[in-house]
């Protein structure tokens, strides 16, 4: 095995297996904190030396327990995040962080707080608002407000004040590890024999199951492997693909059926996440807020210039500027923000001429038959168009 497929196996390992890796982490006396999606301030977490764990759903359960606290509308993540907080899965956290993005993380948050926390007294549920309006300084003041009731209520979990220099470092090893992600992106387009759909999703994901530290060690002797290996001459099809989660590796493995290569993604579990870095000053906490007021041409966050489409525009320049085909366009069920954007995002990919597939998903999906039509045809029709 080379030392290429070693590292690939073990990030394997840990996003097929996450509770082992938490366990590992636990028995070395460490807490952990579940951190619902998105944009919560890990770093927080971090410089408190606890383990930030991500909860993007499951792709091996059913909603059964979560019924009797959600509305059936809730989207599936959500819904099984919580599904994993009544049965059992989630009961090694020491605490969880509900940002609260969307209309349904809203009302998610409190539902999580009620049945978690105040009910089943499992732990300590860290409410969290963003600023709608993240970008004028008084939009950064009130996020950085939000970030110390944040830290504050992890201190407690901690037993410890947050210490300054701590938190700058914290900010140091996230950007560095942000930077080994999208610097894994640019390498995975020349290796896309190596970074199949599979891969790169492990890859990705892996990094909200380890400390940032060690994956981004790890990742970054993965990019130095890949950087010594000769370049692929990809002769299938390359999309792009855009939405909130397609992590399930039986989908995945669809595109990997059809040779179809994914050159690069505007996905809120992959590239979303790490395309901005926080600055570097010696006010870590305002440098967080600073970072998310930069966030941008994201479905969950207010664009004061929505009417000029920049996020639709966005992602056709994705697909332009890789090399792309066309694009797979996933729309997670009763997802609003991401339905309500599609019109846009279907009218700047129309413009660009770059043809898209839209499919729908739901965490609860087994039998992809559906769109393994989609996609089979969706790739001949951009075979004929070469
Ligand atoms: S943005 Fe969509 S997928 Fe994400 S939590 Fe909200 S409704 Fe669910």
């Keep these: 095995m080379s030392r290429i497929e070693e590292i690939i196996s073990e990030f394997q390992d840990v996003v097929s297996n996450p509770g082992k890796q938490m366990k590992a982490y636990k028995d070395q006396g460490k807490k952990l904190i579940g951190i619902v999606p998105y944009y919560a301030p890990e770093e927080l977490v971090y410089a408190l030396d606890m ?11 059913t909603v059964t327990l979560a019924k009797e606290y959600f509305l059936t509308f809730y989207c599936s993540m959500v ?17 969880m962080i ?11 948050s409190q539902n999580f707080r009620v049945a978690l926390d105040e009910k089943l007294h499992k732990f300590p549920v860290i409410f969290l608002a963003h600023p709608q309006n993240r970008v004028p300084e008084y ?3 009130y996020c950085m407000d939000q970030y110390n009731n944040v830290r504050e209520a992890l201190e407690k979990i901690a037993g410890k004040p947050l210490d300054k220099e701590a938190l700058k470092n914290a900010v140091r090893v996230y950007n560095k590890s942000r930077q080994a992600r999208r610097a894994f992106n640019e390498l995975a387009k020349d290796h896309l024999d190596i970074c199949t759909p599979t891969v ?96 941008d041409y994201d479905t969950i966050l207010f664009d004061e210039k929505s009417n000029e489409n920049r996020r639709g525009e966005h ?3 994705l697909a332009l500027d890789n090399g792309a085909q066309g ?4 729309i997670t069920q009763f997802c609003d923000p991401e339905e309500m954007e599609y019109p846009y995002l279907k009218k700047a990919l129309d413009q660009a001429n770059v043809p898209h597939v839209k499919l729908g998903l739901d965490m609860q999906m087994r039998d992809f038959g559906q769109v393994r039509t989609s996609l089979q045809a969706f790739a001949d029709v951009l075979e004929m168009r070469k």
């Design 200 to 295: 790169r999703c492990a890859v990705l994901k892996a990094a909200y199951y380890l400390k940032k530290d060690e994956y981004t060690a790890k990742l970054e002797e993965l990019n130095a492997e890949l950087a010594k290996t000769p370049k692929c001459d990809w002769k299938g099809t390359k999309v792009i693909v855009s939405g909130i989660i397609c992590d399930n590796p039986d989908l995945l493995k669809v595109f990997e059926d059809y040779n179809i290569a994914i050159v690069a993604d505007d996905v809120a579990q992959w590239t979303r996440s790490f395309r901005t870095d926080a600055p570097e000053t010696d006010d870590p906490m305002r440098d967080l807020a600073v970072q998310f007021s930069h966030q």
């Design 79 to 95: 819904q099984l995040d919580m599904e994993m907080g009544l049965d059992g899965t989630l009961d090694i956290l020491d605490g």
């Design 51 to 61: 383990v930030p764990v991500g909860l993007w759903g499951s792709n091996d359960k």
């Design 327 to 330: 694009a797979v366009v996933f």
């Design 139 to 141: 939009g950064i003041k």
């Design 315 to 317: 992602v056709a320049k």
């Design 98 to 108: 509900t940002p609260t993005c969307c209309d349904t993380l809203r009302p998610a």
